[in-house]
C-alpha cells in the first residue's frame, strides 16, 4: 500500500509519439512501458531497443512479401498490425528518453499521437490524451523529421494544445507547472533534428510548458537527435540514443524539482539576475527597471539589474582548457585576466540566480544600436565548462523589438542559454511602433509568470540539495579537455584537498 502511494507521488511523464510509422498504441503502449522498467541497465535497454526495431524490419518485409503489391498498399498492410510489438525509429528514441526519465525516478506513460490524430484516431482517442495532458508533469514529445520540421501528427498535437479550451485554460492558470522535453530522428546526419527540436521548443514556450534540453550527462543541447532513415535502423545510433536518454533524464530531473517545489511551497524569495545586453538610448533599460521590474516585483523578488552594454567583455580566445583550472565556481576560471574585461570585473555578480533575464532592444535602424550581446554569450563558455555554473536556473529572453527589425535575437537567447542546463521559459517580446510600446502588460503578465516560475524552482531546489551541486560538463568532441579535466580531478581524489562541490 505505501509503495502504491509512494509511486503516485513520483512525477509523471507523458511520452507521446508522433511517426506515421507508429506501431505502438492501445495495449502496446501499456506493454512498452512495462518492458522499460524491466530494463536494468542500457545493455539490457538497447537489447530491448534492437529486437523490437527488428519486428519492423521483418513486418515490413512480411507484408510485402512476394505479393507484388505496390509500395502503398505494402505499407498499408503493415500499417494495419496489432500494435504491440516493434517500435518505428523515433518511437525507439522515445524509448529510450523514457527509460531515462524512469532511471531518472519519474513514472512515465506512452500515447501514439497516430492514434489521437492519424489513421486509427478516435474521440476517445482526443479524451484520453486530454485526461493524461492534464495529469502529466512533463511531456516527451519525439517524431521524425519532414522537411527540416516536424510532421504533421506532432503539428496536430500542438494545434490541439492551442485551441482546445480544457487544455489551455490548464496550462495557463495551473500553478503546477508542467515540463517539455522533445526528441527528433532524421534519415540525414544533419538533417533538421535540431531545426525542428528548436521550433517546437519555442513552441512549446509559448503554450506555457518550461522547456528543458538534454542532460550533461550527454550533451545539455536541444533535446534527443537520432540519425536514421529506413525502418528498424534508429537502435544502431548509440549517440542518438545517448542524447534521448539525456532528454528524458533532464526532464525527470525538472519535473521532480517543480513537483518538489508545489508541495513544500515555502516561503522563498527568489534571486533574479538583469542582464542589459543590447540597447537603443537606455530604453530597454529603463522600461525594464521603472516598469517591467518596478516595484511591485521587487517586493516579490530579489532584483539585480546590470546594464552591461557600458561594458567591455573581450573576445573569447577558443581556448583548449576552458577553464583554466578545477575549482570553485566563486573563483574566476577564465584566462582572459584583462582588469577592463567584463567577466574579470563581474564574475562574481552573474551567479547564484535562481532567474535570469537576457534583455535587449532590436530596432530597425541600428545606428544607434549598443550591443555586447554576441561576445558576452560566447565568453559564458567559461561558466558552462566549469560545471554549469548556471545549471537549472529559469531563464527569461526579453526582446523590445521595433517594427521591422531583423535580428532574431529572442531565438538565438533561447538556443544559447538552454545549453547552459537552464530551464527556458517563453521568449518575450515588446513590439515597440514610432517609439510606442504595443504590449506592455502582456509582457508584464510573463514576467510574473517568470518570477512565479523562478520561486517553484528556487523551492524545489532547496528541498532537493543534491540538485543544488552543479552537474559536470562532459566535454562530448573535445579529447584535449577530457584528458585535462581526468588529470585535476584525479590530482583532486589523490588528495591534497577535498574536491569542492560545484567545481
Ligand atoms: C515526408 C518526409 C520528409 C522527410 N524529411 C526529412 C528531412 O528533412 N530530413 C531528414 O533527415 N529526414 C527526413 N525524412 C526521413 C525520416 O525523418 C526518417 O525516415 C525517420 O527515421 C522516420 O522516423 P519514423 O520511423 O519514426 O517514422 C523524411 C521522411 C518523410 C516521409
Known sequence: MLDLVMMEQRPLILGLSGSL????????????????????????????????????VEEFLEAGKASGLSFDEIYRKYQGRRGDRGLSNSEVALAAGLWGALRGGARVEHISLDSVFGNRSSSAGIVQLREKLIEADGILVSGPVYFGDRGSLVQDFIEFMRTDPQVRSHLSSNARRK?????????????????????????????????????????????????AGDVGTMA????????????????????SLL??????????????????????????????????????????????????????????IACDICPTDFGPDEEYRCIIKNPEDLFANFH???????????????????????????????????LRRGDYALSNAVVLPLVFEEVGARDSLSLRMLTSMIRHHTVMSSPTTINIWNGQLLNTSQAQASVDQFIADC?????GKQHQESAAASPQYNPIGYS??????????????AGRQAAPLNS
Open 21 to 56: 510509422r507508429n506501431s505502438r498504441f492501445g495495449a502496446g503502449s501499456k506493454k512498452l512501458v512495462s518492458q522499460l522498467s524491466d530494463c536494468r541497465d542500457e545493455l539490457e535497454l538497447g537489447a530491448l531497443l534492437k529486437r523490437e526495431a527488428y519486428f519492423c
Open 236 to 255: 544502431k545510433d548509440k549517440y542518438g540514443l545517448t542524447t534521448a536518454i539525456g532528454a528524458g533524464r533532464r526532464l525527470s530531473e525538472v519535473v
Open 348 to 382: 562574481q555578480d552573474l551567479l547564484g540566480f535562481d532567474g535570469i533575464v537576457l534583455v535587449g532592444y532590436s530596432a530597425a535602424d541600428v545606428s544607434r544600436v549598443v550591443s555586447v550581446y554576441q561576445r558576452f554569450i560566447e565568453r559564458t563558455r567559461y
Open 259 to 316: 513537483s518538489s517545489g508545489f508541495h513544500k511551497r515555502a516561503q522563498v524569495r527568489p534571486r533574479i539576475g538583469v542582464w542589459v545586453l543590447q540597447d537603443k538610448d537606455g530604453k530597454a533599460r529603463q522600461t525594464t527597471e521603472d516598469t517591467l521590474f518596478g516595484q511591485r516585483i521587487r517586493e516579490a523578488a530579489d532584483i539585480g539589474i546590470f546594464d552591461f552594454t557600458g561594458q567591455s567583455p573581450r573576445r573569447c
Open 179 to 227: 515540463a517539455y522535453a522533445g526528441i527528433s530522428v532524421g534519415a540525414k546526419r544533419n538533417g533538421g533534428q535540431e531545426t525542428s527540436l528548436i521550433y517546437q521548443l519555442l513552441d512549446m514556450a509559448s503554450l506555457g510548458f518550461l522547456v528543458v534540453g538534454n542532460d550533461a550527462q550527454s550533451t545539455a543541447q536541444y533535446g534527443g537527435t537520432g540519425w
Open 455 to 459: 520561486r517553484l524552482l528556487a523551492c
Open 480 to 493: 584535449l579537455s577530457a584528458e585535462k579535466a581526468r588529470q585535476q580531478r584525479e590530482q583532486w581524489s
